[in-house]
């Protein structure tokens, strides 16, 4: 019965965080808008939502204790990060 329990809140915590990036990607594409107040399209896009990305997985950077990660730590982070949004 734990053990169900537990799976069953592992995989709750699972989909938020996959809906948390939705989310924040669909806020970064709405924030997408130029100097002239046009949506940005093609490169600057891309660039924009890369940005956008890096930006969220900078801020889950931390370990169990609550430290900023670093180093090798925090570049493993960042590229599964980065992959999944």
């Known amino acids: 019965m734990r053990k169900m329990a537990l799976a069953a809140l592992v995989a709750v915590f699972a989909i938020g965080s996959t809906i948390g990036i939705a989310l924040a990607q ?3 594409r ?7 107040g046009k949506p940005l399209t093609g ?3 891309t660039s ?3 940005k956008g ?4 997985c900078e801020a889950k ?3 169990k204790t609550g430290k ?3 180093g ?3 570049a493993s982070f960042m590229k599964k990060c980065q992959s999944e949004a």
């Open 53 to 56: 990305a890096k930006d969220a």
């Open 26 to 28: 669909d806020t970064c």
């Open 61 to 63: 950077a931390i370990d």
């Open 30 to 36: 709405s924030q997408a808008i130029g100097k002239d």
């Open 48 to 50: 924009f939502m890369k």
């Open 43 to 45: 490169a600057a896009l």
């Open 72 to 74: 090798a730590a925090k």
């Open 68 to 70: 900023k990660l670093s």
